[in-house]
């Protein structure tokens, strides 16, 4: 158990619709981030948040939209969903940023029919 | 463009026979080299990071090593085990941040 908690573990929605993830970073833990994973794709970094505040954004469509709240735990929020968003999606958290090494969580199941 | 190749896609090994995973990379500027174990449908795990001047990092029985001048690195399993049936994921950092992973290479280890 990495202490890093995201829900729900599954989701299945219809296209068009919008739905939000959440995740809980291990105590301590200042950064977050969001990662998608197609079955055909590797790992793909989405956006990092440190301390509340955007760090880095990778290859995250306009459609999709991250925070990180006061009491540090995230949300990914997916609007107007396509079938080609259906992923697994990761958050991790690591102590600063960096070098740091990161932890991840279970993942969320995201499935549009 | 950072890139990350891993060969070979997938490998099946006999318990207890070692094996030798291969990463390649283009990232740009190089900040570290990270290799994780990802059980299917499971959150991938760190076994490794090694920055620039390391070229060798152990785990128990996962050692990997990195030549950073030739922007490869290799993560070798000893004794392999059931349990270390996984995907294995070469990650590249690079800048403050920025990590670039690998498709993965698929290990199979059969009894």
């Known amino acids: 158990d990495s202490g890093v908690t995201q829900t729900p573990k599954h989701l299945i929605t219809a296209t068009g619709q919008r739905v939000t993830l959440r995740c809980s970073p291990r105590?301590?833990?200042?950064?977050v981030y969001w990662y998608q994973q197609s079955l055909d794709q590797g790992l793909q970094f989405l956006i990092q948040?440190?301390?509340?505040?955007?760090?880095a954004k990778g290859n995250i469509l306009e459609r999709f939209s991250a925070q990180q709240f006061p009491d540090l735990h995230s949300e990914l929020n997916l609007s107007s969903l396509e079938l080609g968003d259906s992923a697994l999606y990761f958050c991790?958290?690591?102590?600063?940023?960096?070098?740091?090494?990161?932890?991840f969580g279970p993942g969320t199941r995201l499935t549009v029919l | 463009k950072n890139q990350v190749e891993q060969s070979p896609q997938s490998l099946i090994i006999l318990e207890g026979k070692n094996c030798t995973l291969q990463?390649?990379?283009?990232?740009?500027?190089?900040?570290?080299l990270r290799w994780y174990k990802q059980d299917t449908g499971r959150g991938p795990v760190s076994l490794t990071i090694?920055?620039?001047?390391?070229n060798t990092k152990s785990n128990g029985r996962y050692t990997a090593t990195l030549d950073a001048d030739t922007k490869q690195s290799s993560l070798h399993i000893t004794a392999s085990q059931l349990s270390d049936s996984a995907s294995y994921i070469c990650?590249?950092?690079?800048?403050?941040?920025?990590?670039?992973f690998g498709k993965g290479t698929m290990l199979l280890v059969s009894p």
């Open positions: 090694m920055t620039f001047s390391e």
């Open positions: 105590s301590g833990d200042l950064s």
């Open positions: 990463c390649n990379y283009t990232v740009s500027p190089f900040s570290n």
């Open positions: 991790a958290s690591s102590a600063t940023t960096g070098y740091n090494e990161q932890f």
């Open positions: 990650v590249v950092g690079s800048g403050y941040s920025t990590l670039t």
């Open positions: 948040y440190y301390n509340g505040e955007e760090r």
